[in-house]
């Protein structure tokens, strides 16, 4: 059972047979020969002259910590455990420099910002030579952080992981020295569809547009003790089932999708619906933000207001970031106030704490 709290910190039990989670931890990109019988697993693994191992920087209460850890111990690696309650970049490095780490998995910006600040402060300082792979899941992680990262790690391939608790694997980017990936644009899994709105029906893989992802099995079986919520994620569409957690997407016209949030997420403000992740992502791209979390906030006139709660740097200045939101946002969608802050409430998983969060915009 994995215990999500999700965006609402309010916990469910995420029901799982132990099969279904390792044949999907064997979607991976990352596994090259997936093993189709014991016998094949056992041989690969017996096989492996130079096993990984894999620093989980993020709590292992987090499902993708959790996720990779398991998947490399059961190819014969190693799984290295820092031992600060709190995250110290130049304790991971330190970590991933002695024992020589192959992977580390993070969860977005909130790790990936202070470990390439690290770097940059301390050139030079770690034999990283090992390390290949740095994979991140459940958090937005910005195109200018990857950038940083492979700057200081040009042998290092960086993997945005697109997955939910009761559902993982439903897309990924790569970036390299080579290549970048737009934040926020993902190339599906095979196993992944696009459903209508109110998934009466699955979109074709040639139209572009809007949709909530879905995919098929494996899967979770549902929510501990929850039936209507199981029924209500888990469902036959089209004569499929599919798990349907609720984040919505775009199929772009190139075949790729771009994340733009959880239907719950969503703030309705004068009659137009915002969804918060997007107008987060446009935050971190923008001049002296380091971090941000979006809510809504009643107001008499428009119903919800869009509130920014940011942690800022050097530079930060409100004008010249409201005019780098208007390259990529409607007007509707700017933030009718920002609030500055030391830094932005999170849960200890490094997911937003937008419970908190709200209470702090309508306070102010």
Request: charged share 25%; glycine share 10%.
């Amino acid at each position: 059972m994995l215990y999500t709290g999700g965006t609402t910190g309010q916990p469910k039990g995420v029901v799982w047979r132990m099969g279904d989670a390792r044949a999907v931890q064997l979607e991976s990109p990352t596994v090259k020969a997936p093993p189709a019988t014991m016998e094949e697993h056992l041989a690969a693994v017996a096989a492996n002259t130079a096993p990984g191992r894999i620093i989980p920087a993020c709590p292992l209460m987090h499902g993708a910590g959790t996720n990779s850890s398991i998947a490399e111990l059961m190819n014969g690696g190693t799984v290295v455990l820092l031992k600060s309650r709190g995250f110290d970049p130049e304790e991971l490095w330190d970590a991933a420099s002695h024992w020589g780490v192959t992977r580390i998995l993070i969860v977005g910006d909130v790790f990936a910002r202070p470990m390439a600040e690290a770097l940059a402060a301390h050139p030079g300082r770690w034999d990283l030579s090992t390390l290949r792979l740095i994979s991140s899941a459940g958090l937005m992680w910005s195109r200018e952080v990857k950038a940083a990262l492979v700057e200081a790690l040009p042998q290092v391939t960086l993997m945005d992981i697109l997955g939910a608790s009761e559902a993982s694997n439903f897309a990924y980017s790569f970036t390299t020295a080579t290549h970048a990936t737009p934040t926020g644009l993902f190339e599906a899994a095979p196993t992944t569809v696009l459903v209508a709105s109110d998934c009466s029906r699955i979109l074709d893989s040639d139209d572009p547009g809007p949709g909530l992802l879905a995919r098929k099995a494996p899967f979770a079986l549902g929510y501990h003790d929850d039936p209507a919520k199981t029924a209500a994620t888990y469902r036959e569409i089209d004569g499929v089932m599919l798990a349907v957690p609720g984040d919505m997407a775009e199929r772009t016209e190139d075949g790729r999708l771009r994340l733009i949030g959880r239907d719950s997420m969503v703030i309705n403000t004068g009659g137009e619906k915002v969804f918060v992740e997007e107008v987060e992502e446009a935050l971190k791209r923008a001049p002296g933000i380091v971090d941000a979390i979006v809510v809504g906030a009643p107001d008499e006139k428009w119903g919800k207001v869009i509130v920014a709660l940011v942690e800022t740097g050097s530079g930060f200045d409100e004008g010249a970031v409201r005019a780098c939101l208007l390259r990529d946002l409607a007007p509707y969608k700017l933030p009718k106030r920002f609030i500055q802050m030391d830094e932005v409430p999170r849960h200890a998983s490094g997911k937003g704490d937008y419970r908190r969060a709200a209470s702090i915009a309508v306070e102010a």
